[in-house]
């Protein structure tokens, strides 16, 4: 028997950003693989009918946007899901749909793995993304050669909803920081400092971070190609509001963030990169 026929089948859904090259890596770990995305892409294993595809698949494996999409897709393939199947969620959802999709998949018996990550469009290129992962220790194990063809690191978090929560709040701070940034850079420019001077003088200080080394130079030059987009760290946002709400606690930093790049999707710029926040201050 080659490695192939010994490997189980995955589907793999959603072709965005992250997908479409996660999709590469695990077909060239040696998994068969098939893939389903909303609109039509020309790969040869592109099964347009995603029933269809969850069906020849051993384990299905979703790079959707958001919760309207995943909710749309569980529900289209739930019919073919069950006991011999496993569903691994990466896309970055909310608390509620993340319960949902617990208790449907334990009522199915249908394995389910809640793994979102950390990682932008470069990394997913690299296969070195960074899994939170939250299920069943067991399942984790059996998964991790699976998990390791995208990925650097799988992070073993307490729960399926830890690791939703836990996603969340880091993509807070990085919402927050590049809000800080674009705030940084605009009020430097008023008063005649270069954007690269600002960055030097980040550089040795304790704010310095990997995400300003990433977004700080493209912001300075207008580049807004996107890594992460604007709409899809804006639902994000709204996700974190709804944990901070359902803690009963009032998250003003993040509140006003949210706004900004509402505004800024308003302009229908949400498939820039999120970091096209500083154009609150310039017109690049
Ligand atoms: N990019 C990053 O740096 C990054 C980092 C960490 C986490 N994430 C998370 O990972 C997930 C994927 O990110 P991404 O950057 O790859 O996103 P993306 O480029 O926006 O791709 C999203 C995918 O979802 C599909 N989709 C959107 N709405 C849909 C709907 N209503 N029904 C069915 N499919 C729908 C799109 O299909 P079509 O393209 O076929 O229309 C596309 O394949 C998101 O949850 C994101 O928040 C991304």
Redesign the pocket.
Same mark, same amino acid.
């Given at each position: 028997m080659n490695q192939s026929q010994s490997l189980p089948t995955v589907a793999i859904f959603?072709?965005?950003?992250?997908?479409s090259q996660a999709a590469d890596h695990i077909a060239g770990g040696g998994y068969p693989s098939v893939t389903w #995305? %909303?609109?039509t892409?020309d790969r040869s294993d592109y099964e347009p009918d995603p029933k269809e595809a969850a069906e020849k698949a051993d384990i299905v494996v979703c790079?959707?946007?958001?919760v309207?999409?995943v909710r749309?897709?569980f529900h289209t393939i739930k019919p073919v899901l069950g006991p011999a199947k496993t569903f691994i969620n990466?896309?970055?959802?909310d608390y509620e749909t993340t319960e949902y999709l617990v208790a449907e998949c334990a009522q199915m018996g249908c394995a389910f793995l809640n793994a979102?990550?950390?990682? #932008? %469009?470069v990394a997913?290129g690299n296969a070195s993304l960074v899994y939170y992962a939250g299920g069943d220790e067991a399942l984790i194990s059996s998964l991790q050669p699976l998990l390791e063809t995208t990925a650097a690191q799988i992070m073993r978090v307490p729960s399926p909803l830890a690791a939703t929560i836990l996603?969340l709040t880091t993509n807070l701070i990085t919402a927050s920081t590049v809000q800080a940034l674009a705030e940084g850079l605009s009020i430097n420019a008023a008063h005649g400092i270069p954007a690269d001077t600002y960055l030097s003088a980040i550089q040795p200080n304790a704010c310095a971070s990997t995400l300003i080394e990433m977004k700080g130079p493209s912001m300075a030059e207008g580049d807004y190609d996107?890594?992460?987009?604007l709409?899809?760290m804006l639902?994000?946002a709204r996700y974190m509001l709804d944990l901070a709400q359902r803690a009963g606690l009032e998250t003003p930093g993040i509140a006003n963030t949210t706004d900004q790049m509402q505004k800024r999707n308003d302009r229908g710029e949400g498939e820039h990169d999120f970091s096209i926040l500083y154009r609150q201050f310039t017109q690049q």
């Amino acid at each position: 028997m080659n490695q192939s026929q010994s490997l189980p089948t995955v589907a793999i859904f959603g072709l965005g950003i992250i997908g479409s090259q996660a999709a590469d890596h695990i077909a060239g770990g040696g998994y068969p693989s098939v893939t389903w #995305s %909303r609109n039509t892409r020309d790969r040869s294993d592109y099964e347009p009918d995603p029933k269809e595809a969850a069906e020849k698949a051993d384990i299905v494996v979703c790079y959707l946007k958001d919760v309207e999409a995943v909710r749309q897709v569980f529900h289209t393939i739930k019919p073919v899901l069950g006991p011999a199947k496993t569903f691994i969620n990466h896309a970055t959802i909310d608390y509620e749909t993340t319960e949902y999709l617990v208790a449907e998949c334990a009522q199915m018996g249908c394995a389910f793995l809640n793994a979102p990550f950390t990682g #932008s %469009r470069v990394a997913a290129g690299n296969a070195s993304l960074v899994y939170y992962a939250g299920g069943d220790e067991a399942l984790i194990s059996s998964l991790q050669p699976l998990l390791e063809t995208t990925a650097a690191q799988i992070m073993r978090v307490p729960s399926p909803l830890a690791a939703t929560i836990l996603k969340l709040t880091t993509n807070l701070i990085t919402a927050s920081t590049v809000q800080a940034l674009a705030e940084g850079l605009s009020i430097n420019a008023a008063h005649g400092i270069p954007a690269d001077t600002y960055l030097s003088a980040i550089q040795p200080n304790a704010c310095a971070s990997t995400l300003i080394e990433m977004k700080g130079p493209s912001m300075a030059e207008g580049d807004y190609d996107p890594h992460f987009s604007l709409s899809n760290m804006l639902k994000d946002a709204r996700y974190m509001l709804d944990l901070a709400q359902r803690a009963g606690l009032e998250t003003p930093g993040i509140a006003n963030t949210t706004d900004q790049m509402q505004k800024r999707n308003d302009r229908g710029e949400g498939e820039h990169d999120f970091s096209i926040l500083y154009r609150q201050f310039t017109q690049q």
